[in-house]
T-cell receptor
């Protein structure tokens, strides 16, 4: 299967600071990547669709000014959580798709203190 | 509105037994149905996927059964092993793996030795 990486795997930051999470497709090109959020013992919720070379598409209820997404190349998408607050603490997971499969990164655990 | 309903929420199976997880969908436009396995603190891993033009797909111990008329699909894990203990998510999307996925609520499987 294809490989999607995320960095960092775990980050702790103070309230009010910004955090950047990188998502890379290591062995295939992805014009579209997805960002999901997962709370403990819950399912994955789609936050936004990241499109290479254009603006991201955000799901209803997701603040685009808080969760900045940049899809700089065919293998890299970044999610920046701006002015993070404790309620932003969660598990953030990205994914990238090929024609018949979609692969997920290992996730980033964000803790805002 | 939950578009993919998954059951049961949790499942306990004896080693060597068959684990069965069911999903039902509402949107008839869905045409890609993957199953993911997730261990604690990890990203979801693609197990097996099916498209609606076939009624069954088998890969090793994992089988998807698909009933288009009933809008239901299920995952069967044969000869369940303790290492299969994880959370399983069904999902669906319109189009290919390059589209955003709608996830079921997840099933926590415990295989007892």
């Amino acid at each position: 299967g294809a490989v999607v990486s995320q960095h960092p795997s775990r980050v702790i930051c103070k309230s009010g600071t910004s955090v950047k999470i990188e998502c890379r497709s290591l062995d295939f090109q992805a014009t579209t990547m997805f960002w999901y959020r997962q709370f403990p013992k819950q399912s994955l919720m789609l936050m936004a669709t990241s499109n290479e070379g254009s603006k991201a598409t955000y799901e209803q209820g997701v603040e685009k000014d808080k969760f900045l997404i940049n899809h700089a190349s065919l293998t890299l998408s970044t999610l920046t959580v701006t002015s993070a607050h404790p309620e932003d603490s969660s598990f953030y997971i990205c994914s990238a798709g090929r024609p018949y499969e979609q692969y997920f990164g290992p996730g980033t655990r964000l803790t805002v203190t | 509105q939950q578009q993919v309903k998954q059951s049961p929420q949790s499942l306990i199976v004896q080693k060597g037994g068959i684990s069965i997880i069911n999903c039902a969908y509402e949107n008839t436009a869905f045409d890609y149905f993957p199953w993911y396995q997730q261990f604690p603190g990890k990203g979801p891993a693609l197990l097996i996927a099916i498209r609606p033009d076939v009624s069954e797909k088998k890969e090793g111990r994992f089988t998807i059964s698909f009933n288009k008329s009933a809008k239901q699909f299920s995952l069967h894990i044969m000869d369940s092993q303790p290492g299969d203990s994880a959370t399983y998510f069904c999902a669906a999307s319109i189009g290919t793996g390059r589209r955003a996925l709608t996830f079921g609520s997840g099933t926590r499987l415990q295989v007892q030795p």
